[in-house]
């Protein structure tokens, strides 16, 4: 690594004399401010932005990004101010340094809400320019390189922070490389037992796995040349925390994981990807379900590859990932080809604004939520796994893991989720708020006159389906604007201007909030399930209390039955077809039937629903019994929490301007 400027002006020979100037100009300044500052190591303090540009330049970087990586902390440790920053090296590398500079306002007793408002911060930036983030992650990397000179529980800190949002930011963004070296640093200081151990087995088996992989290699040259295929083949070391994570997950020692052999296949064009992994199939057995298309199904931070697991000679398993040139740069570099690119090293594969992580922040963006909120978010959503899942035409569609039927239909669209009644997953019925799995087949059921519900917010996983529905939830729901806003809103003021006694709290909802939820459960519970899509049979109309039962209905979700209803009985498949029932009985409610006669109109329940809500009750269910050329017939059922309330719910159905006229229906 490099120690002085003179290196520096030797590392940077490649770039144009103005852009070399730049840099070097940089320097100096950046060595000047920081002069009489040293680092924990005893070094001064430059050594650490000079040598964090380095990574940069490794990385084929522009001159702006160099020059704000060696300027990175002069305005949060030196005495220079962004007035000055900006004059003199421009707007740019003034956007760039301030991009990666903490939130200074806050009050040190509330670190918490710090870090994660200059995280936020951060990753806003990002979005209007990826190098920030590119020297931000270069920052950490030098910082996790040199973490040993820390005190021991800030390394555990600050290495837990790298493994939960920095190294999986890095490979969100496509850079494997730093993704890896971050990963095997935290496991490091978090691990120290385990890294070691990991790195002696690796070690000590080295000579004779490179004698193995040579075996691997030279079959595979062997064949490839036979069919004229032009390839290299390199033997990859996996880094210690996929090792790790393999240990963890099938419960291992380190001796037992064989599989530490990978092989990479590089060549020249897709079809030839494909040709080589049928000579690979044909040289060694493939494992079952161990083969992954990369190529026709990129990840969302635009890797392709294919990946194969054989029996190898000796019966021992190889991971073989075999891609084009091109791929391989795109799966080091990632986002940052794009510059190479620029610099016409590369073709362009990657557009920064294109990746999905971009796609998230941006929604997080507009989402009202806390700093802390939003920290959580994106560890959450934006850094987990993803699953796969397709609609009934066969388009996949990622969704972050942990994702319900609610999410997928907002991901559709969203006048989709507001409809959404239920959903079906590979042909069967399954809960709103069971997260769904990898490969399923999902279909939602809609009804124009279905909106959505409270409880939709805590079976919505993504933030894009919470934003939606709280929106709606906002502009059509009285009761829940008010409760909603006032406290989104208290705590948004609280996380930005903190005073010192009260520091947000984000541990679930607020009192306030489960009151709410709790007010607004659904009616009916099957098993532990309430959130089902729930029909009333037209035959019996059951009422609250009655004794029920459901009819699991091909597509029409669960119907239900009284008891003793007797058309239920007459159905053919109705012994394998019934499930238990129960009322929910969490709130008193009464429910009261109505008889309706009103003009010819298309939404004569969504207007009853809306008077009926406007008093704080909710339409159950609703038909039309006749309907003739001026008038229809229809009656519905609704539910308050106050008897008094259905007089006043009455005369706001009567003010509606299609309704003629308005009944009870006897039975309660
Ligand atoms: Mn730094």
């Not at 005495?79 to 003034?94: P, S």
């Not at 509330?110 to 930036?125: F, G, Y």
């Not at 040709?275 to 161990?290: D, F, K």
Request: with cysteine.
């Amino acid at each position: 690594m490099i120690q002085t400027i003179a290196e520096l002006q030797h590392k940077i020979s490649s770039y144009s004399a103005p852009d070399q100037e730049r840099v070097l100009a940089a320097a100096r300044q950046s060595e000047q401010l920081h002069e009489g500052q040293y680092r924990d190591s005893g070094e001064p303090y430059f050594i650490h932005p000079l040598q964090v540009a380095e990574i940069l330049i490794d990385m084929k970087l522009d001159a702006a990004t160099v020059a704000s990586a060696l300027l990175h902390d002069v305005l949060e440790d030196t005495i220079m101010t962004r007035a000055d920053l900006k004059r003199q090296f421009g707007r740019e590398v003034d956007n760039l340094v301030n991009g990666v500079t903490k939130i200074a306002v806050v009050k040190a007793q509330n670190k918490s809400v710090q870090e994660s408002e200059t995280i936020r911060k951060m990753l806003l930036a990002m979005v209007k320019d990826v190098r920030v983030i590119l020297i931000k992650l270069a920052d950490k990397l030098h910082n996790m390189r040199t973490l040993r000179y820390k005190q021991g529980p800030r390394q555990r800190e600050i290495a837990q922070e790298t493994l939960d949002i920095y190294a999986p930011l890095a490979g969100r963004l496509g850079i494997s490389w730093l993704k890896d070296e971050l990963e095997d640093l935290a496991l490091k200081h978090l691990h120290p037992d385990i890294y070691r151990s990991i790195k002696e087995q690796v070690s000590e088996k080295r000579q004779q796995r490179a004698n193995y992989l040579n075996r691997i290699k030279s079959a595979i040259n062997k064949a490839a040349q036979r069919e004229g295929v032009p390839v290299v083949v390199e033997s990859r070391a996996k880094h210690f925390y996929s090792i790790y994570l393999k240990m963890k997950r099938y419960g291992k020692e380190i001796g037992e994981i064989y599989d530490l052999l990978g092989i990479r296949i590089l060549c020249d064009t897709t079809n030839q990807c494909y040709q080589i992994l049928g000579l690979v199939h044909r040289l060694w057995p493939p494992i079952e379900g161990r083969f992954k298309d990369y190529i026709a199904m990129p990840k969302t931070n635009q890797y392709q590859s294919l990946h194969t697991s054989v029996l190898g000679f000796d019966g021992k398993m190889i991971e073989i990932q075999i891609r084009t040139h091109e791929m391989h740069r795109t799966a080091e570099f990632g986002v940052a080809a794009h510059w190479l690119y620029k610099r016409g090293l590369t073709r362009e594969q990657v557009q920064p604004a294109d990746l999905e992580i971009m796609h998230r922040v941006r929604d997080l963006k507009d989402a009202r939520i806390t700093s802390g909120e939003f920290l959580e978010e994106i560890k959450r959503e934006i850094l987990r796994d993803s699953i796969y899942v397709f609609t009934p035409k066969g388009d996949a569609i990622q969704l972050p893991k942990g994702a319900t039927a609610i999410d997928f239909a907002y991901h559709i669209h969203t006048e989709v989720g507001h409809h959404t009644t239920g959903a079906k997953a590979d042909g069967s019925i399954i809960p709103l708020k069971e997260p769904l799995k990898n490969t399923q087949v999902i279909e939602i059921l809609t009804n124009p006159n279905a909106h959505p519900h409270l409880n939709w917010l805590r079976y919505a996983h993504t933030s894009r389906a919470r934003s939606k529905i709280r929106a709606w939830l906002n502009k059509n729901d009285e009761t829940l604007i008010i409760n909603q806003s006032i406290v989104a809103r208290k705590q948004d003021q609280t996380a930005k201007h903190p005073e010192p006694q009260k520091t947000p709290q984000h541990k679930g909802p607020s009192k306030e909030t489960s009151d709410i939820l709790d007010r607004h459960k659904v009616e009916i519970r099957v098993g532990k399930e309430r959130n089902l899509m729930i029909h009333f049979a037209q035959c019996c109309t059951p009422r609250t209390g009655d004794d029920i039962v459901g009819y699991v209905s091909r597509g029409r979700g669960i119907i239900i039955h009284k008891r003793e209803c007797k058309s239920l009985r007459s159905i053919p498949d109705v012994e394998e077809r019934t499930i238990e029932v129960e009322w929910e009985t969490v709130s008193p409610k009464t429910t009261h039937r109505f008889r309706v006669v009103a003009r010819p109109t298309n939404d004569l329940f969504s207007e009853i629903e809306g008077a009926v809500r406007k008093i704080h009750g909710h339409l159950i269910e609703g038909r039309i019994d006749e309907s003739g050329p001026n008038t229809i017939d229809a009656s519905f059922t609704l539910e308050v929490e106050r008897r008094q309330d259905l007089r006043k719910i009455a005369k706001s159905i009567r003010a509606i301007p299609v309704v003629m006229s308005l009944h009870d229906l006897p039975g309660q």
